[in-house]
């Protein structure tokens, strides 16, 4: 992963742009990134493509994510999302909607995606520490505020 850095005007914190190179893994390569650089909070956006990805659907019925695997190569037409914590180790929470050969799209909760010729995120930290609690009644850690 590539990264460069500059200072925001408005919040006066850096922003984080990045490049994933073909090969690498996007949640667990940004997770890797904002534990190195203590980032406990962050919104993030993408674009780029994939050669394979796995999308999810989280059930609320039986608490559970249905994963879908996708063969590419796919466009990221969109990846958002953000960091957190859980338990202090630091998390990811991305969504993306991928574009095949016919410009169909398939859209979910990103669980793991292989980048094919590029990614581009631009990771915005933010001035808190994002925090996530799990809820009993929803099955998930969500974010504690
Ligand atoms: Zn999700």
Same mark, same amino acid.
Request: charged content about 25%; some cysteine; proline content about 1%.
């Given at each position: 992963?590539?990264?460069?850095?500059?200072?925001?005007?408005?919040?006066?914190?850096?922003?984080?742009?990045?490049?994933?190179?073909?090969?690498?893994?996007?949640?667990?390569?940004?997770?890797?990134?904002?534990k190195e650089n203590e980032i406990l909070g962050a919104w993030v956006?993408?674009?780029?493509?994939?050669?394979?990805?796995?999308?999810?659907?989280?059930?609320?019925?039986?608490?559970?994510?249905?994963?879908?695997?996708?063969?590419?190569? #796919?466009?990221?037409?969109? #990846?958002?999302?953000?960091?957190?914590?859980?338990?202090?180790?630091?998390?990811?929470? #991305?969504?993306?909607?991928?574009?095949?050969?016919?410009?169909?799209?398939?859209?979910?909760?990103?669980?793991?995606?292989?980048?094919?010729?590029?990614?581009?995120?631009?990771?915005?930290?933010?001035?808190?520490?994002?925090?996530?609690?799990?809820?009993?009644?929803?099955?998930?850690?969500?974010?504690?505020?």
């Amino acid at each position: 992963m590539c990264e460069e850095n500059h200072a925001d005007d408005h919040h006066g914190s850096e922003i984080y742009i990045l490049r994933l190179d073909k090969g690498e893994e996007i949640v667990s390569s940004l997770v890797e990134f904002c534990k190195e650089n203590e980032i406990l909070g962050a919104w993030v956006q993408g674009i780029g493509a994939v050669e394979s990805a796995t999308l999810a659907l989280y059930d609320l019925g039986n608490k559970e994510y249905h994963n879908k695997d996708l063969d590419g190569p #796919l466009e990221i037409a969109n #990846l958002v999302g953000n960091i957190g914590t859980h338990k202090g180790e630091v998390t990811a929470h #991305l969504h993306a909607t991928l574009g095949d050969k016919d410009m169909k799209a398939y859209a979910g909760h990103l669980s793991k995606a292989i980048v094919a010729a590029t990614c581009e995120i631009r990771l915005e930290p933010l001035d808190i520490e994002l925090k996530r609690k799990h809820n009993k009644e929803i099955g998930l850690n969500l974010i504690n505020i």
